[in-house]
């Protein structure tokens, strides 16, 4: 029979938040002002980001963040690597920090395992739309709300990690061995972060634990864990009947439109009436636990689930009408946005503005799919079976092409371990005074999956601030401080009670 690990001894949960307060009022709003002014923006969004030197920039100044911190035995260095072409890959930082025992004489972790934090710097696009005070490079703090890109995703993600670090040694408490990977290319598929992984592999040690704060809340009352993310099939359908715009009025009738053709390749994919996506393959069955855990989320959050969103509003005959979400059942809400297909169209090519529209009939229309995967559906198999569905047999023999642009698979949570779950409920308790919910994201993190494949025994603490109308990716996105700090302490105190 195994020896049960030994317990590590509870921290001091207010002296823990009032040090976790302290930091980020006196030291990490200040820094993630700075950051947020900075329009680093992802590779995907900035095909010349090397020669702009933004990523460059927010990663150095984090960099400097944490040397500044002076954290006794914590090394930081920023790792580059280029590619087979010899082309420079976005850099990451990366840190390391020794186990220790306590000063009250405690023995570090028995387990000798390490802690991964990580998160990443680069940032989505501005998007349109922010309110007239407010704007993607212009940090504001309003109503306890940080305002701008990136900063809840995820710019704030090291700044917390460290500041959950010095928590812990402030109070002299043991603490396993730590290290941190920062990357700066997740917005865009996370597509140099596997190189990196497998350079720094033999840094990594045996990973117990892995947390990554580039995830969700239900609400702003409590800690939440996230159990699954669904994964992203992304590519350009584009579909072309002429070489040229033709007057509407001699051609149309005869020339069939591309935005007809258009509509009837993607009612192949999707009943256009429900939403749902038609290829049996693209579904998966929803494991009962996370069944039960849904339940017990709706209850949570009840009508709050599908409230959250902005919806458009219109006057009816002096009534006020709200535009409907595609169910008012928060279970069906839940499983809806976390563990079935659903397909999006977040752009268009083609298409002259509305007011340099003529009567042409156009050559050609291209949108930008995004295929949203359910957490255990293979990505890459699904951009295959895509690509055939959409291009075989086009009506009117048109010139039909879709071009992948990404694949990713979804991840669904490990079993949780006696101690995580005791660990998440005590913090949860500490810190918010509600216990710790769970709950699923219906949005990708690449690194999950590769690190549940690597480190298939690590726990996993995937979480972070982008609770309701915290809206990353689009306008007006916040970062809620409180919360953040809350958040913050209570990884602090799962990381003390790393066995």
């Known amino acids: 029979m195994n020896a049960r690990l030994p317990q590590p001894l509870p921290l001091d949960a207010a002296a823990l938040q009032s040090h976790v307060d302290a930091s980020w009022r006196d030291r990490i709003v200040p820094a993630l002002l700075d950051y947020v002014a900075v329009p680093a ?30 954290v ?106 730590i290290v941190g990977i920062i990357e700066t290319c997740e917005e865009s598929g996370s597509g140099d972060l596997l ?64 935005f007809r053709i258009m509509r009837q390749v993607l009612d192949r994919l999707e009943d256009s009436a429900t939403g749902r996506l038609l290829p049996a393959s693209f579904h998966c069955e929803v494991p009962a636990e996370r069944l039960e855990q849904a339940r017990a989320t709706a209850a949570i959050l009840g009508d709050e689930i599908y409230k959250r969103f902005p919806w458009a509003h219109h006057d009816c005959g002096g009534s006020t009408l709200f535009a409907l979400p595609t169910t008012t059942d928060p279970v069906e809400a839940l499983i809806n946005r976390t ?55 086009a009506p009117y023999q048109a010139k039909v092409t879709f071009a992948g642009e990404g694949a990713a698979s979804g991840w669904n949570a490990p079993p949780t371990t006696d101690w995580f779950e005791r660990a998440l409920q005590d913090a949860s308790q500490a810190h918010f005074g509600a216990a710790c919910g769970t709950i699923g994201q219906g949005g990708t993190i690449p690194l999950m999956n590769l690190l549940s494949q690597g480190f298939p025994t690590a726990q996993m603490m995937v979480c972070g ?28 105190q799962v990381i003390a009670r790393m066995p």
Not at 160 to 172: L, N
Not at 196 to 204: G, S
Not at 360 to 368: G, W
Not at 378 to 388: C, H, I
């Open 41 to 70: 923006k992802s590779p995907a969004f900035d095909a010349d980001w090397a020669a702009h030197g933004l990523l460059e920039r927010v990663l150095q100044s984090a960099a400097d963040w944490v040397s500044a911190q002076r």
């Open 72 to 177: 006794p035995g914590l090394r930081l260095e920023i790792v580059r690597l280029n590619d087979a072409h010899g082309r420079p890959r976005t850099p990451v930082l990366f840190f390391e920090l020794p186990a220790s025992a306590g000063q009250d004489g405690t023995p570090a972790p028995a387990s000798g395992q390490t802690v991964l934090m990580y998160g990443h710097l680069d940032k989505q696009p501005e998007f349109t739309g922010w309110r007239s005070d407010l704007g993607p490079w212009t940090p504001k703090i309003d109503d306890g709300k940080l305002y701008g890109r990136g900063g809840a995703d995820d710019g704030y993600a090291v700044y917390a990690s460290v500041a959950a670090i010095q928590a812990i040694q402030a109070q002299g408490a043991a603490h396993p061995r």
């Open 195 to 258: 190189p990196y992984v497998d350079a720094l592999r033999p840094r990594l040690g045996d990973v117990g634990l892995v947390i990554c704060l580039d995830s969700g809340a239900g609400n702003y009352d409590q800690l939440w864990l996230t159990t699954s993310l669904r994964g992203m099939a992304a590519g350009v359908l584009k579909v072309e009947v002429l070489t040229e715009g033709i007057h509407s009025g001699d051609a149309s009738g005869l020339v069939p439109s591309s």
């Open 339 to 393: 563990w079935r297909p659903t397909l999006s169209v977040t752009g268009a090519e083609g298409f002259p503005a509305l007011k340099d529209a003529g009567n042409v009939l156009r050559p050609y229309t291209a949108f930008k799919l995004s295929l949203r995967l359910p957490p255990l559906v293979d990505a890459a198999a699904a951009v295959q079976e895509l690509k055939a569905l959409l291009e075989d047999n």
């Open 465 to 492: 601030v982008l609770g309701p109308k915290s809206n990353a990716h689009g306008p007006n996105e916040f970062l809620h401080l409180d919360y953040a700090r809350r958040l913050t302490a209570s990884v602090a």
